[in-house]
């Protein structure tokens, strides 16, 4: 597994991860959705299922399913902070578009 996280992401994970504990680690994946097709998933994970790889990236624990991982693999995840607004960017080289939003990406 290729995934990165830049040292501002893996900041805001920590902070994430702190606030519950329980938590088996960071979710990432995809999802079915949007004008492009398939939309990022970045949530706490409760735990990880039968179809989850779990990963230590930098120290985050990273919980991926196994149906995202080819959509994934390669991804660089970070964190922006612009004005008020801040979010989780990805820069994703299988992603081959992107909508307008910049909320979905597509796949060839």
Known sequence: M???ITPSAQQRMRQ???QAPSAAGVRFGVRRTGCSGFAY???LA???GED???FEIDG???IVD????PLVEGTEIDF???GLNASFVFRNPNATGECGCGESFTVS
């Open 52 to 54: 989850d790889q779990a």
């Open 41 to 43: 998933v970045v949530d």
């Open 66 to 69: 196994t149906k995202s991982l």
């Open 60 to 62: 985050v624990p990273v």
């Open 46 to 48: 409760e735990q990880v």
């Open 16 to 18: 994430f991860l702190a």
């Open 2 to 4: 290729t995934i990165s």
């Open 80 to 82: 922006q902070r612009q």
